[in-house]
């Protein structure tokens, strides 16, 4: 059978193509008037004063860490210091940690929600005091980590907080954004999160010193940081210097502008957020009642009208049943699947060094990694959809483990 229901689908309307066009006829292919609307009104939406749009929620992630390196007001923050995080989560959190030079450090999450587990993480700042100098939550599909108990262990312990919040575009914590909670935050607009644009991601911070160093680091550690360059109208504030501020590099830095047609395609989504995350709850909310019979085999997702989500995560709770057996076949009836990540230190190659140190010292992330998948519940799902959903499951459950 074709695939019927996928994790994520895309349908380019009016207002997209339109504001692509505007910028093909205006010639204008590198950041120029729409990046700068873009971040305009996206840290507008998440409630922060400054936005850095770059080219991915990777790249936000590891601009964000180098800039943390270069602000002279954290000396904590160097490479080899300690970041505590999640390692349940999209690898590009880990990598960002260790391409930075960093040490990642894991602690257990909770099993329902994916979130840090605040108990491990005073239990990590407790056990080992040195080198600590950042904690990195991921708010993954949609959860948002308890933020109020992070940024009080930080401050206790004298570190900084930077949100992951690649999957979270809107999620509310005690009615604020995720995103909005700590020093800074990335965010990924990659295909199959909630506001899709393919490729481009971004920081927000309400620190202007941070958000200036980001915009030198992704501008391969250019002297220079104006939100929009003044050299031709003749305002630039190197004017009277003797070398141009464009080419002149005092950071070592990284290629992570984003394109002025991916702010395009971000731009009309921005304004359309609220109407996505309403149809993705709907969903959700749908969903959990018609597998609810079945809710001894699978761990279903916690429902919260505050959770902007990012899919459907599952986790297989029953030892008879097979994850891989229980994806292969949702997906000849139609659903497509994804392994919820795995366990970062012992379950992804890449990290097969931190095995040993780790294995067995993450039980609920080794489960979770080991049996939890996702399906999805985009906006563009119609009630046939998840009738289809429905069936998969009920289907799977006849034929037995
Ligand atoms: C939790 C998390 N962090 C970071 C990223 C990286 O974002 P990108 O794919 O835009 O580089 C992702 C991507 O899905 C993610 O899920």
Known sequence: MTIRVRIGDIRIGEEETASVLESLAEGRLSEGRKTREFEKRWARYIGKKLCVALNSGSSALLAGLHALIHDDRRPKIRPGCKVITSPVTYAATSNAIVLAGMEPVYVDIDPCTFTLDVNRVEDALRGDRKGHALILPVHLMGYVNDMDALNGLASRYGLSVFEDAAQAHG?????????????????SFYIAHNIQVGEMGAVVTDDDALARLIRRIKANGRRCDCRICTRSAGTCPFRGAEYDPRFTHDLVGFNFKTSELHA????????????????R?????????????????????????????????????DPKWSREKIMASLERSGVETRPLFGCIPTQQPAYRHLKERYEGRLPRAEFVGANGFYIGCHQYLESADLDCVEEAFRSLVRKGP
Request: charged residues 20%.
């Open 171 to 187: 999620s509310l914590y005690r009615g604020r954004k995720a995103g909005s909670l700590s020093d800074l935050a990335g965010h």
């Open 281 to 317: 709850q709907h969903n959700v909310r749908t969903l959990n009642e018609r597998l609810e019979p079945f809710s001894e085999i699978f761990q279903l997702p916690v429902f919260s009208d505050e959770v902007s989500y990012l899919a459907y995560p599952l986790v297989v709770r």
């Open 264 to 279: 395009a395609i971000a731009i009309p989504q921005v304004e359309r957020a609220g109407a996505i995350i309403r149809a």
